[in-house]
């Protein structure tokens, strides 16, 4: 079956980085894109961060010039880089494999930004 397994999250002080992986099994990990979520206390799961098939990327808008999302495809991996945190970046961040109707989502990894 698909398994996602994100790992890297914690607590980082404003200004930090931290550097989020997501690990994914029982795919052709080439044919998906990959994209990253996170959903803080009382609010709904928001877009973070996207990688295409081709290797293309977008982000939204709050983390643009902060986060970068790659892929490494022989590692079968989505990687999360996240420099400049603020604290309103602290959520369980989520990656989600997709590729036509078919949506596989990761359990979560929270990320902490306190002083």
């Known amino acids: 079956q698909v398994q996602l397994v994100e790992s890297g999250g914690g607590l980082v002080q404003p200004g930090g980085s931290l550097r989020l992986s997501c690990a994914a099994s029982?795919?052709?990990?080439?044919?998906?894109?990959l994209d990253w979520y996170r959903q803080a206390p009382g609010k709904q799961r928001e877009f973070i961060a996207s990688?295409?098939?081709?290797?293309?990327?977008n982000y939204a808008d709050s983390v643009k010039g902060r986060f970068t999302c790659s892929r490494d495809n022989a590692k079968n991996t989505v990687i999360l880089q996240m420099n400049s945190l603020k604290p309103e970046d602290a959520a369980v961040y989520y990656c989600?494999?997709?590729?036509?109707?078919?949506?596989?989502w990761g359990q979560g990894t929270q990320v902490t930004v306190s002083s």
């Open positions: 989600n494999v997709w590729r036509g109707s078919d949506h596989y």
């Open positions: 029982g795919i052709i990990f080439s044919n998906y894109v």
């Open positions: 990688v295409t098939v081709g290797g293309s990327t």
